[in-house]
């Protein structure tokens, strides 16, 4: 007998047809993205752990025209003896914290060492600030002349404009705290809105493409002596070397902060998809699959 409820055998539903999606490669990155990209991982890594080796030679951190041993110091990064052992310690104004095995005391060749930071944090590994210096200097051109590339690039492709810039819909405060409760809640977007940027990814490459990143590298000419001589008002800018310095410092542990969050994202949003993307240049989206 005849049910009315019943359905053709392999037959799917309306309701089956629109819940199936199927995954779509989309072009999201040029080349030169991708390639600029890259490069930046390398510089930044190898401006890190050499820019460590130097600041160990004087892990201090001062503000204003003037900074040696006798000067007070906000940031200090420090060691102290504690009968037949030393202890790490760093501070940050009047506040002690006590940092034994990674900042001011830490093991190299299976001894307590007296260094700001540990020998695997830096290049070269051992002290050699004239190294150390070399890597860094020869990084940060090869680092500056890639972010003119891309910035060139990105202003003459519109690709800042397109990819970059929100609109004002996205600047809303309800779109953008909705932005911020799906970021909390690990709920990434899905479908055609994951071609895109969201406001919050915009509004952090924007900040360190355009903030952080050249006040690194401004404050970095700043301490140059060289520099000061061409350029005597950089000086002025930054109310000082010792202070273009301390700003060096802060501006670098940002991007590195904003690297720790890029890499977290990337893991949590998919690290096959999101290194493709940034290899090939293709995207997986998952899109309604028709009939």
């Not at 390398?42 to 050499?50: T, Y």
């Not at 906000?74 to 501070?91: H, P, V």
């Not at 540990?118 to 050699?128: A, G, H, K, V």
């Not at 800018?237 to 310095?245: C, K, L, T, Y």
């Amino acid at each position: 007998m005849f049910h009315p409820r019943s359905r053709s055998v392999g037959k799917p539903s309306s309701s089956d047809v629109a819940g199936a999606t199927q995954k779509k490669l989309v072009f999201r990155h040029p080349l030169l993205v991708r390639l600029t990209h890259w490069m930046n991982v390398l510089c930044l890594f190898i401006l890190l752990l050499s820019g460590l080796q130097i600041f160990n030679a004087h892990p201090s951190l001062y503000w204003g025209k003037y900074g040696a041993d006798a000067d007070p110091a906000f940031i200090d990064i420090r060691a102290y003896r504690d009968g037949n052992s030393i202890r790490g310690e760093t501070r940050i104004g009047s506040l002690a914290i006590p940092t034994t095995g990674f900042l001011g005391a830490s093991e190299y060749n299976g001894a307590l060492s007296v260094r700001a930071f540990p020998s695997w944090l830096t290049i070269p590994s051992y002290r050699d600030l004239s190294t150390g210096r070399r890597w860094h200097f020869f990084f940060a051109w090869v680092f500056v002349l890639n972010g003119l590339a891309y910035v060139i690039y990105g202003i003459a492709a519109g690709h800042f404009r397109r990819k970059l810039v929100p609109n004002t819909n996205e600047l809303a405060p309800s779109h953008l705290a909705h932005e911020i409760a799906d970021h909390a809640r690990l709920r990434f977007p899905k479908g055609d809105k994951a071609r895109h940027y969201n406001t919050l990814q915009k509004l952090a490459y924007l900040s360190v493409i355009f903030v952080l990143l050249p006040l690194m590298v401004a404050t970095g000419l700043t301490m140059s002596p060289a520099m000061d001589a061409a350029w005597p008002w950089l000086l002025d800018v930054f109310g000082g070397r010792q202070s273009a310095r301390t700003i060096h410092f802060i501006s670098a542990t940002l991007i590195v902060g904003f690297v720790f969050v890029h890499v977290a994202m990337v893991l949590l949003s998919g690290v096959w998809n999101n290194l493709r993307s940034m290899v090939t240049g293709r995207y997986a989206i998952e899109v309604e699959k028709h009939p």
